[in-house]
């Protein structure tokens, strides 16, 4: 079967469109296929991010909105940080999306939107292409030498390649974007309270121009509840957690799932790399993916241009990918998963006592601890010089379910 493309990219979301632009950029031929009609026509995410990483990507400052005060509220407590010097922002998740593909499409790369990948071709057990329908139902076998399956959750491609099983386990979100006036755009929010986020949190993130999205996200293994309505009474009662929702006008609302079992076991195989939610590479404490997400495809397009040099597109040719990425990422993702356990079975009065830690831990530390990013000479420092927390840590946040290792 011939060649039509280098690397056949599934997806056009973070991951597939930085892994796009790294092919291309290396002379490589890269082809994405979007099964949406446009890249980002539908926003699956709420946009929390660091400064850092939308620097670290030449991410244009008119595409994210800096945050100076982060708010922990649970029932009773709440934990106040703010940073002269913001490391947090929210982005325009359409309009980085976007960016990334025009930047994708410059660096050489081919993207093509309503078209959907919906089988990977074999040949000998080793992936070689997908098959393809387009908007129009038409169907075509398109080959490559590597695919990417950055197709997010669903991992359909990486489970029909026997790469991994797929998930079971998913954090479930609903948001809504309003024009909020009366809203602060320098504070986000972060709600813990099970009468509101059962096995989850709710969030207010501003981002520019009077707008705000306000969202709740549950787990779907602990409970079975629709965030949707979950949403609509925190909404209702966004006043009650210091939120002015007051003339405010509703505009879009978003769904998405993000997994949350933990990295599969492999995110190789012959012909083939998972990268971004196709991998289960979010930190799973607050459920940011983006970051991590383009992190993984440049790593994956790093590789592929190194394996299509040397003609080779065995496991063991993309191995280097995995572990590059489990090597920087794999132990902080592991904790997260953990972390993501113990919060889920939380109920308000242990919400109390973490928001409680929470407000005694320094203020450069919560963002990263939120990333599941845990610096942890810093971490222990910090825990030895609070001798009178060391019970609580270990009843309330320490100390790990033996479920969760599993």
């Given at each position: 079967?011939?060649?039509?493309?280098?690397?056949?990219?599934?997806?056009?979301?973070?991951?597939?469109l930085v892994?796009a632009?790294?092919?291309?950029?290396?002379?490589?031929?890269?082809?994405?296929v979007?099964?949406?009609?446009?890249?980002?026509?539908?926003?699956?995410?709420?946009?929390?991010?660091?400064?850092?990483?939308?620097?670290?990507?030449?991410?244009?400052?008119?595409?994210?909105?800096?945050?100076?005060?982060?708010?922990?509220?649970?029932?009773?407590?709440?934990?106040?940080?703010?940073?002269?010097?913001?490391?947090m922002?929210?982005?325009?998740?359409?309009?980085?999306?976007?960016?990334?593909?025009?930047?994708?499409?410059?660096?050489?790369?081919?993207?093509?939107?309503g078209v959907?990948?919906?089988?990977?071709?074999?040949?000998?057990?080793?992936?070689?292409?997908?098959?393809?329908?387009?908007?129009?139902g038409?169907?075509?076998?398109h080959?490559?030498?590597?695919?990417?399956?950055a197709?997010?959750?669903?991992?359909?491609i990486?489970?029909?390649?026997?790469?991994?099983?797929g998930?079971?386990r998913?954090?479930?979100?609903?948001?809504?974007?309003?024009?909020?006036?009366?809203?602060?755009?320098?504070?986000?929010?972060?709600?813990?309270s099970?009468?509101?986020a059962?096995?989850?949190?709710?969030?207010?993130?501003?981002?520019?121009?009077?707008?705000?999205r306000?969202?709740?996200?549950?787990?779907?293994?602990d409970?079975?509840?629709?965030?949707?309505?979950?949403?609509?009474?925190?909404?209702?009662d966004?006043?009650?957690w210091?939120?002015?929702?007051?003339?405010?006008v509703?505009?879009?609302?978003?769904?998405?799932l993000?997994?949350?079992?933990?990295?599969?076991?492999?995110?190789?195989?012959?012909?083939?790399?998972?990268?971004?939610?196709?991998?289960?590479?979010?930190?799973?404490?607050?459920?940011?993916?983006?970051?991590?997400?383009?992190?993984?495809?440049?790593?994956?397009?790093?590789?592929?241009?190194?394996?299509?040099?040397?003609?080779?597109?065995?496991?063991?040719?993309?191995?280097?990918?995995?572990?590059?990425?489990?090597?920087?990422?794999?132990?902080?993702?592991?904790?997260?998963?953990?972390m993501?356990g113990?919060?889920?079975?939380?109920?308000?009065?242990?919400?109390?006592?973490?928001v409680?830690?929470?407000?005694?831990?320094?203020?450069?530390?919560?963002?990263?601890?939120l990333?599941?990013?845990?610096?942890?000479?810093?971490?222990?420092?910090?825990v030895?010089?609070?001798?009178?927390?060391w019970?609580?840590?270990?009843?309330?946040?320490?100390?790990?379910r033996?479920?969760?290792?599993?």
């Amino acid at each position: 079967m011939p060649t039509d493309t280098d690397v056949l990219v599934v997806g056009g979301g973070p991951a597939g469109l930085v892994a796009a632009e790294t092919v291309a950029a290396a002379g490589r031929r890269a082809v994405v296929v979007e099964r949406e009609a446009a890249i980002a026509e539908t926003v699956r995410t709420s946009g929390g991010m660091s400064i850092q990483a939308m620097r670290d990507f030449a991410i244009p400052e008119r595409l994210w909105h800096p945050i100076s005060v982060l708010r922990v509220s649970s029932r009773g407590e709440t934990a106040a940080f703010e940073y002269p010097e913001p490391l947090m922002c929210v982005i325009d998740v359409r309009g980085v999306y976007r960016f990334l593909a025009e930047r994708a499409e410059a660096a050489g790369a081919e993207i093509r939107t309503g078209v959907h990948a919906y089988e990977p071709i074999l040949q000998g057990g080793r992936v070689a292409g997908c098959r393809l329908r387009t908007a129009a139902g038409a169907h075509e076998e398109h080959a490559a030498s590597i695919v990417v399956d950055a197709a997010g959750y669903r991992a359909s491609i990486s489970k029909a390649a026997g790469l991994h099983p797929g998930f079971t386990r998913f954090g479930v979100g609903a948001e809504v974007e309003f024009e909020a006036p009366a809203c602060s755009q320098s504070e986000a929010v972060l709600i813990v309270s099970n009468g509101y986020a059962p096995a989850g949190y709710a969030w207010v993130f501003p981002w520019g121009g009077n707008r705000v999205r306000v969202g709740v996200g549950v787990h779907h293994a602990d409970v079975r509840s629709d965030p949707k309505e979950h949403l609509e009474d925190f909404i209702r009662d966004a006043s009650e957690w210091g939120v002015d929702l007051s003339d405010a006008v509703r505009g879009e609302l978003h769904f998405g799932l993000v997994p949350t079992d933990g990295m599969p076991g492999r995110l190789v195989g012959d012909g083939i790399m998972a990268v971004g939610d196709a991998a289960c590479q979010a930190t799973l404490v607050v459920g940011e993916g983006i970051r991590l997400a383009m992190t993984a495809g440049a790593m994956a397009g790093r590789v592929a241009v190194e394996a299509l040099g040397a003609g080779r597109f065995d496991r063991g040719a993309l191995a280097p990918y995995e572990r590059e990425f489990r090597k920087r990422y794999g132990l902080d993702l592991r904790i997260g998963r953990i972390m993501n356990g113990r919060l889920s079975a939380t109920d308000d009065a242990e919400w109390d006592a973490k928001v409680r830690i929470l407000r005694s831990v320094p203020k450069g530390l919560v963002p990263p601890l939120l990333q599941s990013e845990l610096p942890f000479f810093k971490l222990v420092r910090w825990v030895i010089a609070k001798p009178r927390l060391w019970r609580v840590l270990v009843r309330y946040g320490l100390r790990p379910r033996l479920s969760s290792l599993g």
